[in-house]
C-alpha cells in the first residue's frame, strides 16, 4: 500500500527542494538553536534508527485481528494509531496528523506495545525514550535501564535524597544529586528533562485549519494555554532572528 501523502511530508518535501543557499541558513539556523537545547551527545550520536519520531510501528498478527474486531474495545486513539501504521505513517506523521503532543503518541504506543498489537522495535532506546516520555519510567530509572548508570549508584542517589531531605526538610530532585556525584553530565539531564518538557507541546503547520470547534476534546484553558505558547514562539523567533543575523552578518531588517 503507498504511504498517503500528509502535511507533514508535504512540509519536509517543500523544505528539501528549496535551493541549497536556503537549505543551507536553514542548516544553520537549526543547528545554532539545537545546539542551545540539547547536548551533542544527541546531536551527533544518536542513530536513525534509535530516533522515536522517525520509527514506523508494525502490527502484530494480534494486532491486526484486533484493529479488525475490536474486541478490546481500547481508546479510539490505539485504532487510529494502527490504522496510520498500517499506511506506513512514521510516529511524527502520525502525531502531526491526528493533532497528538508526542507525549500523547508515547502513552498510545507503550499502550499498544504492552498489549502486544504492535511489533517490539529493536531499538531498547527507543523503547526507553517512550517509557520516560510516557510517565511509566523516572529519570534515575530511564539511566539505569539505558546503561548510563548501575542500580547501585541509583540507590546511591536515592539515599543522599533521603539525607538532603531530613536534613534540610526540602526534596532535592534526582537530576541534581544525578549530576553532583559526577554521575551524568549536567548538560545530559537537562537535555532529557527540556525533551520530555516539550514533548508536551503539539506542533500545528501553519497550513492547517483547526478552529476551536475542529479540536475535539480540548479544553478552554488547554486552547488558551497554545494560544500563548504560539505568542511565545513568535517572541522567541524573533530573538533568534536576530541571533541568526549577528551570526550571518546581516544588517536589520
Known sequence: ME??????TQFITDILTMPIWIKQ????YLKYKLEEEITDAYLNNVAIEDIFQLHKAELTYNGKKEFEQRTLKLDEKCYTFMQDSINGLTIVEIAVKNYWKLQEMAEIF???LDKELIKKTASEKIIEMVRYISGETRLGEYFVR???ISIEQLQEVLTQQEKIE???GEKVGVATILVNLEYIREEEVKALIRFKEESR??????????TSEEIEGETESELMRIKLLNERILKENKILKDQLRKILNLPKS
Do not use: D, H, W
Not at 201 to 210: G, H, T
Open 3 to 8: 504511504k498517503p501523502s500528509t502535511k507533514l
Open 25 to 28: 541558513t536553514l542548516y544553520v
Open 110 to 112: 507503550t499502550n499498544c
Open 146 to 148: 539505558t546503561g548510563r
Open 166 to 168: 531530613k536534613a534540610t
Open 201 to 210: 507541546r503539539r506542533f500545528i503547520l501553519k497550513s492547517s485549519k483547526y
